[in-house]
Every structure is written in C-alpha cells, then in structure tokens.
C-alpha cells in the first residue's frame, strides 16, 4: 500500500503559540488531501479538504482561520493550528488520495497536539 | 447526509472466538466501504476495502461483506487472537463532489488470552 507520512507524531506547546502539522505522500502523488481530527474514543471528524494549488474546503463549524491549510504541492499539505488553546488538544489525522485514482484511503500516522 | 453506525461500541471475547462486527449506513448511494484498524495512538491500518459492486472481500482471517441496498457491512474475524485488539472502524466513500470519507464510531474489540 501507500505511504502517507505525519510530522510530527507528538507535539507540546504553549498556548497562543502556532503549531504547524505536515502531511506527505511518500511514494504517490496527492492531488487530495483529508485532514481529521479525533477525540478521545471517539471516531474521526472531517476538518476540511484540501487540493493542490487551491484552497481548502472547510466542514462546517471549522474555523478556516484557526486551522490553516496548505497543500503546496503534490506530496504536501500541512495544517496549522494559530494561537492553539487547551481545547485543541486533539489527535490530528491526513489522508491522502492518489492522483491516479486509486479509491483506497491512506492515512497518517497522526499527530497528537497537547496545548498546555 | 449520510450517517454511519457501528455496533456494539465494544466487544470482549475469549482468544479463538470467531466475531462479528456490524456496520450500517443511512444513504446506499455509496462509492466503496472500506474496513480499518487502529491501535491507540495510532493513525488508521487499511484492512479492507469493497468497492459498491462488490459483495465481499477477504483478507487472511478478514472477511467483509457488503449489502449495499439495506447499507450493512459485516466483519468477520475468525480465530481471534490477542494481537486482535483495537478500534475497528468503518468507513464509506461518498460518490460525489470530493468522495469524502464518513466514518462510523467504532467498535473496540478486546481479545482476552
């Protein structure tokens, strides 16, 4: 299967602070990218999607200028959390779509964002 | 708005018990389904994937079935073991638009030695 890989796996910051999430496909290109987020024991929630050299597609209720996205190219996108508060403290997913068309989800390893 | 159900939320069973776990949508008009597997803290395991055309698909001791007019899927474990253990989620794929992906809760499969 693909490879989609997340950096960073784990991060700590201070409130206020940015923290910027990267999202790779490793050995495909992606012309789609998903990114969720998962609380605790409960299932994954769709943040928005994002498409090379566009802008990204946000589910409602996500606020577009507290989650930045940026899929600059066929193999990145990354995800910024601006002036992160304790309540973003969340597991942060990617998915990503082959530009061939492959109809299988890959996902990332994750990244679990703790705001103290 | 398609919504998807996984039931029960958990499971505990002896190790070599054969097990089911049920999954429902509300909209058939579904692109494919795909069954995963995450461990804690960890990202999603693609375990199966059925496309809309598709009845079933096997994988070693996986087995998912699809019945897309009622909106169910199974899956089928068989002679569970220990290294069984984690969320298993289902997931379908819209048809439409951007083919996102609507996942149910899970269900949290704990196999007892």
């Known amino acids: 299967g693909a490879v989609v890989s997340q950096h960073p796996s784990r991060v700590i910051c201070k409130s206020g602070t940015s923290v910027k999430i990267e999202c790779r496909s490793l050995d495909f290109q992606a012309t789609t990218m998903f990114w969720y987020r998962q609380f605790p024991k409960k299932s994954l929630m769709l943040m928005a999607t994002?498409?090379?050299?566009?802008?990204?597609?946000?589910e409602q209720g996500v606020e577009k200028d507290k989650f930045l996205i940026n899929h600059a190219s066929l193999t990145l996108s990354t995800l910024t959390v601006t002036s992160a508060h304790p309540e973003d403290s969340s597991f942060y997913i990617c998915s990503a779509r082959d530009i061939r068309g492959r109809t299988e989800a890959f996902f990332g390893q994750g990244t679990r964002l703790t705001v103290v | 708005k398609q919504e998807v159900t996984q039931i029960p939320a958990a499971l505990s069973v002896p190790e070599g018990e054969n097990l089911v776990l049920n999954c429902s949508f509300t909209d058939s008009a579904i692109y494919n389904l795909q069954w995963f597997r995450q461990d804690p803290g960890k990202g999603l395991t693609s375990l199966l994937l059925i496309q809309s055309s598709q009845r079933e698909q096997t994988s070693g001791r996986l087995n998912a079935s699809l019945d897309k007019s009622s909106g169910r899927s199974t899956l089928y474990i068989a002679a569970s073991q220990p290294g069984d253990s984690a969320t298993y989620l289902c997931?379908?794929?819209?048809?439409?638009?951007?083919?996102?992906?609507?996942f149910g809760q899970g269900t949290r499969l704990t196999i007892n030695p």
């Open positions: 997931a379908v794929r819209e048809p439409q638009g951007a083919q996102k992906l609507v």
């Open positions: 994002s498409n090379e050299g566009s802008k990204a597609t946000y």
